[in-house]
T-cell receptor
Framework: DAGVIQSPRHEVTEMGQEVTLRCKPISGHNSLFWYRQTMMRGLELLIY????????DSGMPEDRFSAKMPNASFSTLKIQPSEPRDSAVYFC???????????FGQGTRLTVV | DQQVKQNSPSLSVQEGRISILNCDYTNSMFDYFLWYKKYPAEGPTFLIS?????DKNEDGRFTVFLNKSAKHLSLHIVPSQPGDSAVYFCAASARLYAGKSTFGDGTTLTVKP
């Protein structure tokens, strides 16, 4: 299995632009997570899907952030409009079910200038 | 309020010796604990976990100890190898949502040859 695949690996955008991060979870995994890593806040959970349904989005920082999972093999995290403080590494992770550990993708390093 | 704390940002040990990484938590609702290892430019990789019904779990060179009364867990690596050099994250969750974890800030382990 190729593991969790995220794209792009790096994204540089200007403040105010829309940014879309993409994730393909491991086939057969029913749970998907979006995490963000920053120096100030460490690794924090943004949103969690189970069977394509958002279960907990309490970690989404603002309305500028939205996430979708239209099917079991694809998810997006969108930031509109982006701000410099959104600069971080965004990780997508998936797990077989809600009882098991998560497998992480390599992350997308987002820089908003 | 940081619910999972790794008080040592870094640890350096000699190859062949034991590495002990520590983690404290404050939320009594946590009943499942995980350790992840992270190399630069990669996502965290699951290492080992422990349920609150146990006080020890062993997997090869890695052993996790849990002291529920002290809300403390530790990861022991014996013997340490240079390839173990990485950032180690402690994570805690409710067992029903193992992938939905609260992470510590990480400890950078350096194993010197």
């Amino acid at each position: 299995d190729a593991g969790v695949i995220q794209s792009p690996r790096h994204e540089v955008t200007e403040m105010g632009q829309e940014v879309t991060l993409r994730c393909k979870p491991i086939s057969g995994h029913n749970s998907l997570f979006w995490y963000r890593q920053t120096m100030m806040r460490g690794l924090e959970l943004l949103i969690y899907f189970n069977n394509n349904v958002p279960i907990d989005d309490s970690g989404m920082p603002e309305d500028r952030f939205s996430a979708k999972m239209p099917n079991a093999s694809f998810s997006t995290l969108k930031i509109q409009p982006s701000e410099p403080r959104d600069s971080a590494v965004y990780f997508c992770a998936s797990s077989l079910d809600r009882y098991t550990e998560a497998f992480f993708g390599q992350g997308t390093r987002l820089t908003v200038v | 309020d940081q619910q999972v704390k790794q008080n040592s940002p870094s640890l350096s040990v000699q190859e062949g010796r034991i590495s002990i990484l520590n983690c404290d938590y404050t939320n009594s609702m946590f009943d499942y604990f995980l350790w992840y290892k992270k190399y630069p430019a990669e996502g965290p990789t699951f290492l080992i976990s422990i349920s609150s019904i146990k006080d020890k779990n062993e997997d090869g060179r890695f052993t996790v100890f849990l002291n529920k009364s002290a809300k403390h867990l530790s990861l022991h690596i014996v013997p340490s190898q240079p390839g173990d050099s990485a950032v180690y994250f402690c994570a805690a969750s409710a067992r029903l949502y193992a992938g939905k974890s609260t992470f510590g800030d990480g400890t950078t382990l350096t194993v010197k040859p």
